[in-house]
């Protein structure tokens, strides 16, 4: 089975940048792609952005789109998230899984093999 292992997390300032990673045991390119979540506290989990193995072709969720870039390493197994301009509201657990799908698709419920999350923290 796949595992996934999140970090690059912290706290940071209004404003400030991130960049997330995302470690598979094994290759998941049998699979449509990866994608990137989080969920805030009282909150569901919600879209960030994903990734196409195929051509690498990347999907935003509105809300980060401009600000969000998902990159991979194709011999390291691994996914990043970088993350500019960040806002308070965004203070959430962030999760990568796998698209068990053979599309795009935003519902976490076609997503697969969830990491345990990495916390971003991001103060006024």
């Not at 400030?16 to 909150?43: D, N």
């Not at 980060?64 to 998230?81: A, P, W, Y």
Request: charged share 20%; with cysteine; net charge positive.
């Amino acid at each position: 089975q796949v595992q996934l292992v999140e970090s690059g997390g912290g706290l940071v300032q209004a404003g400030g940048s991130l960049r997330l990673s995302c470690a598979a045991s094994e290759r998941t390119f049998s699979y449509y792609g990866m994608g990137w979540f989080r969920q805030a506290p009282g909150k569901e989990r919600e879209f960030v952005g994903g990734i196409r193995w195929f051509d690498g072709r990347t999907d935003y969720a509105d809300s980060v789109k401009g600000r969000s870039t998902i990159s991979r390493d194709n011999g390291e197994n691994t996914v990043h998230l970088q993350m500019n301009s960040l806002k308070p509201e965004e203070t959430a657990v962030y999760y990568c899984a796998v698209n068990k799908r053979y599309y795009s698709t935003y519902s976490s419920r076609d997503y697969a093999y969830w990491g345990q999350g990495t916390q971003v923290t991001v103060s006024s």
